[in-house]
Each structure stands twice: as structure tokens, then as C-alpha cells.
């Protein structure tokens, strides 16, 4: 066997290799181009611009920390402006019914399940995608605690439900 032969078979599968992947990979492209484009406005910045807000350079000092990153504004006029600290910058949108209710009653974004070895799995979504990671339950901080007790009762809650709906 002599090195051309060598080189020949591999010059070959490579061919095949990239002839299909490139398929696969212009229509994966045609698809994010799609979808971001359908879901993502972008800011005049380059920042990605949620639905509805306008990014602003920053958060007024008057502003009032409702939660965790989010600020209330009246102006002059008597417009109820919200501040959000993101992580692609500080945007700002008028108030809405909505998200009175949201500020007023946060959802709880952490999920908690118990691992078939009695460990506790703690995720949540972030813009970066799920976090999870896995503790102990004798490793518990007073937070996990506290999430691990919401998550039984929204459990037990939702049981309860499940079987007054049957009868």
C-alpha cells in the first residue's frame, strides 16, 4: 500500500464528512436566523432589547428598589416607569397591570426534585441558559431549606388538586 493510497482514503472520508454536514449545518443556520429574528429585537447598542422595554443608560436615582434589580419611577408627568438591571444592560418600560402583579407576587423560578439517591437537584432558568446543581440534603444552606420546603408544599399542594378533580 503506498502513501497515495493513504492519503487518497482520507481525503475521501473527509469529503463524505463534509458534504453532510454542511446540509445540516445551512439549515440549522436558517432556523437561529429565523427564530432571533422572531423573538429578539436589537437595541440601537447592539444590546438584546425585551419586548417593550428601551435600553437606557442608566437607573435614575430617584428610581425605588422594588426587588431584586428592579426599579419604580414616577416622573413629572405621573408615568409609572419600571427599571430592570439585565444582563445586557438597564431597560426601562412603562408599568402595566402585569407586571404590578408580577412585582407584587414574584414567581418562584427555582425547581427542586429529589434525586433517586436522596440527594436534592436545585435548577433554574437563566439568560444563559438552566442552571442546576446537585447538595446534600444535610448540606442544605438556610435559602435551600426554604426552597426545598416551597417545593414539597407546591407538591402536596398540587396533589390535592389532582385528587379533588377526580372526584
Known sequence: MGAGEIIGDSMIKTLIATMLLIPAAIQGQGKDEAKSASTQK???????????????DKIPREAVEVRDDIFRLVDKDGKVWIYRRMVFGVFRSIE?????????????????????????????????????????????????????????SREATAKKNAKEQKK
Open 96 to 152: 402595566t397591570e402585569d407586571m404590578k402583579q408580577l412585582i407584587a407576587n414574584p414567581p418562584d423560578l427555582w425547581k427542586v426534585r429529589e434525586l433517586p439517591d436522596g440527594r436534592l437537584e436545585f435548577s433554574r432558568n437563566t439568560p444563559f441558559g438552566p442552571g442546576t446543581y446537585v447538595r446534600k440534603k444535610d448540606e442544605l444552606t438556610d435559602e435551600e431549606k426554604d426552597r426545598w420546603a416551597a417545593a414539597k
Open 42 to 56: 436589537k437595541a440601537g447598542n447592539g444590546n438584546i432589547r425585551p419586548d417593550g422595554m428601551e435600553p437606557v
